[in-house]
């Protein structure tokens, strides 16, 4: 009995699936096509009749990704210019993080660190994308939870410490996906999220007295 054809579109996004897989471990220089088709279990010929070339895949699995970032700067993103909208910024950042570290984004801070160790096309992009779409935002937030009293100390510069908390969080999620014996952290979920939130508070300024009114805790 002839099994059940699979539609083009399904079989498209059954190889960029596999490709995220791939270039996630390997980075794009590392994967290989016929890696990849195996991860979809597909031929090699198939995933070029979908994709031309490697790079072609390449370049659509990062439009994926980038998609994904804008989804989750509209999830987790500052949403209003307060010590507030700062902190409750973070706090869903690491929550989304730590308490779902297999969840969509996982790819992308591989594709990250991937990229990091080779040729850093995609990092890149990536974080020249994440300033774009955050740091006005950020910095609006700061501002105003400095005019409120709840910012202290020398002034940072807004760009670094986006990356610095970018960082955090990406090598947070590496670490969260391997075996929990494996991990460093002398703790996981809720306190590790926390703890996290804590850190880039205190880094960015925020008085304890600030974090603890608006954590409630």
Known sequence: MAGKRIPGTERRDLILAAARRVFSRSG???AKTLQIAREAGVSEALVYRHFPSKLSLYR???RQIFREQDENYAEVGVVEPSTAGLISSLDRYFRSIIMDPHGPGREGYRLTLASLSGDGYFASLIYRRAQR???????AAHDAARAAGD?????????NTNMF???IG???NAIAVLDPASRPYANDGEALVREALWFCCRGLGLTDEAIRRHLGS
Do not use: D, Q, Y
């Open 28 to 30: 794009f220089h590392g």
């Open 60 to 62: 659509a699995v990062l």
């Open 133 to 139: 779409r955050s740091l006005g935002a950020i910095r």
């Open 151 to 159: 910012v202290t100390g020398e002034p940072l510069t807004i760009a």
């Open 165 to 167: 908390i970018e960082h």
């Open 170 to 172: 990406t090598m947070i």
